[in-house]
């Protein structure tokens, strides 16, 4: 009985410490579909959609030190040339695509 608990405990340990990887592969999946057409693979819209649109570029400053909360409602309702995705994507999957592309801004 004690080895099935150790056990138990041991997986639930490890799921809570995969997840945010689990997450993160979600997150640059929807970004590589839906994102970097404009936003370039790197998230410094270097790509010919990203220029025409004038795409925001992730590394800038004013782009780092936007909230979550922010951010998020950018990608759910869109902005400027930006289209909504509020009807395309869950909230988890904005949630991951704003997880990766912190992982940009680095």
Known sequence: MK?????????????VIAAPAFAQDAGADI??????R????????HTFE???SHAAVFSDPEIVKM???DLIAVVKNGKKHMPSFAKKLTD?????VIAYIHTLQK
């Open 3 to 15: 080895v099935s608990l150790k056990f138990a405990a041991l997986c639930s340990l490890a799921m």
């Open 31 to 36: 970004y590589k579909e839906k994102c970097a």
């Open 38 to 45: 404009c936003h370039g693979d790197d998230g410094k819209s």
């Open 50 to 52: 990203g220029k025409m």
């Open 67 to 69: 909230a979550d909360a």
């Open 92 to 96: 988890d999957q904005i949630t991951s």
